[in-house]
Each structure stands twice: as C-alpha cells, then as structure tokens.
C-alpha cells in the first residue's frame, strides 16, 4: 500500500483540533523528563491509567534518578509497584535502571536503536519516549492506533497488527510533522476515546466522512 499522505495530514490536522479540547491530563504529560516517560510507559503496560497515577507519584517520590532505583531494595520496589499487577514487571524496573546506569551514565538514550536495548522496552515505549520526552518525529503503534487506522484505510491485518508493515508506514507518515508529541498523543486519546473497540462513537467522530468503516455502516 501507498501511503496517501493527504489522508493522513487530513486525519492528524483533525485529530490535533480534537486533541485541543479533550485531551486527557496525566502528571506523566505534565513533564518531558525522558526519565520520567519512560517510568510512566512501562508502568501503562497492559494497565488502565488510571490505576498507574497513585502509584506513579509514589514512584518519584522515592526514586527520582536511575541511580536511586538502581540502588533500591528490591522488596521497596515492589511494595511501590505491588498495586499494577504483573509481577513479571518488577524486576526489569531495577534492571533497567542499572542498565541505564552502566551504558548511559544514568540517561536517557535518544535513539530508538538505543532504547531498544533497555530490559523492558519495545517499539512502541521508544517511540512514545523519543515522541513526548525528546519531541521527535518518531511512530508509536499499539492495539488501539491498529484499530483506527484498519477502520479508515480498510486494511487487514495479521494477528500482530502492531507489527504490520502497512500500519508502522502509516504510523512514520502521521508523525512527520511541527508537533509530533501533540500528534501521537491526540492519536492515542482519540483511538481510545473515540474509535472504540466496541460501540465506537462514530457520530462525534471528525474523520467520519472520509472513513471507509463509518461510510460503509460497518459499526
């Protein structure tokens, strides 16, 4: 598939005027320490905002550098991130901060080939970190950005849509722009907001008229 590139600037110019007046306000998009992003997208894995925000504070309060958790008491640690779930997630906080320690003097990397080292991190974490902490132009995919994009393009996709060639070409365009922080943002607020998995909210929805799955009353 070739990527329309006007659809796509037409999709982010409506998505940011959207982005504007129902923005979602997390104390994670209130910084653009690179640290702190990180922190947060881990935390967001396969967890509900909502219950990452009093654990989140907590966090910083005790471990405001890479060098604090490195150091931490491993039963400290879990304490804190005891109230996420996901067990298996424990572990790689400290790991990763003795990695960042070790290879980045207790940085942040600014590449994603970088990031990608890091225990715990994907592609979707090294690009939300690269897009909201650093302002790059770079692509984030997950499960509900999948969604928008098969939904209006009318594209298929395999199991692991977030792997899907079409969709990261359409992901790369879309985050090409002045304000990729804001882009990627409203993208992820309004595919979870508005373009639901289920009952999703077509009638409100500002690129209803151009979306193959609104204008063939596939809802």
């Known amino acids: 598939m070739i990527v329309d590139r006007t659809k796509i600037g037409f999709v982010r110019r409506r998505l940011l005027r959207w982005f504007r007046a129902n923005k979602r306000d997390y104390p994670w998009r209130r910084t653009h320490d690179p640290w ?58 400290r790991l990763l901060a003795r990695e960042l320690m070790r290879e980045f003097s207790g940085g942040v990397p600014r590449t994603r080939r970088q990031l990608l080292l890091l225990p715990g991190v ?16 770079e692509w984030i995919v997950d499960a509900n950005v999948v969604r928008l994009f098969k939904r209006f393009f ?13 969709i990261i070409g359409l992901s790369k365009a ?24 289920r009952r999703p909210l077509c009638n409100t ?9 609104f204008s063939h009353n596939l809802r």
Not at 154 to 165: S, Y
């Open 122 to 137: 994907g592609d979707y974490i090294a690009g939300a970190v690269l897009s909201i902490a650093f302002r790059k132009k």
């Open 36 to 93: 702190k992003v990180l922190i947060a997208e881990m935390m967001l894995q396969r967890t509900k905002a909502d219950q990452v925000e009093h654990v989140y504070r907590n966090f910083f309060r005790e471990f405001k550098k890479p060098s604090h958790l490195a150091k931490a008491n491993p039963a400290t640690v879990r304490k804190i991130l005891m109230p996420l779930g996901l067990r298996w997630r424990v572990p790689k906080f």
């Open 174 to 197: 879309y985050s090409q722009c002045k304000k990729p922080r804001d882009a990627n943002l409203a993208l992820l607020d309004f595919a979870s907001i508005i373009c639901k998995p």
């Open 205 to 213: 929805c500002p690129i209803r008229f151009r979306c193959f799955f």
């Open 154 to 166: 009318d594209l298929k996709t395999g199991n692991e849509g977030r792997r899907d060639k079409v």
